[in-house]
Nanobody, 121 residues
Framework: QLQLVESGGGLVQPGGSLRLSCAAS????????IGWFRQAPGKEREGVSC????????YYADSVKGRFTISRDNAKNTVYLQMNSLQPEDTAVYYC??????????????WGQGTQVTVSS
């Protein structure tokens, strides 16, 4: 069964950091671009960051640029999202997705179930 599983979410104070992981099972991520998305209550899902299959190209939403870093370790079949300087507006459910092209749109083939990130004092 092809599956993406996110982990690493939780409750963090403003200014804190979290690292999200997106692990694949049932298939290898080597040939897939990966996107990270988030959806806050009452808001539409938005693209946060994405990375090409080679890892050479990365993209970020303006709202997270300079604070978030996406990376991948194909040997571990995992993609990461390092999130620093977290703010309350970063609170959302974070999803990873795998597809043929790195895009901030939602044109991905496989999606994880999401992990909750809450930034609050």
């Amino acid at each position: 069964q092809l599956q993406l599983v996110e982990s690493g979410g939780g409750l963090v104070q403003p200014g804190g950091s979290l690292r999200l992981s997106c692990a694949a099972s049932g298939f290898t991520l080597d040939y897939y671009a990966i996107g990270w998305f988030r959806q806050a209550p009452g808001k539409e899902r938005e693209g946060v960051s994405c990375i090409s299959s080679s890892g050479r190209r990365t993209y970020y939403a303006d709202s997270v640029k300079g604070r978030f870093t996406i990376s991948r370790d194909n040997a571990k079949n995992t993609v990461y999202l390092q999130m620093n300087s977290l703010q309350p507006e970063d609170t959302a459910v974070y999803y990873c997705a795998a597809g043929p092209i790195a895009t901030m749109g939602d044109e991905y083939d496989y999606w994880g179930q999401g992990t909750q990130v809450t930034v609050s004092s």
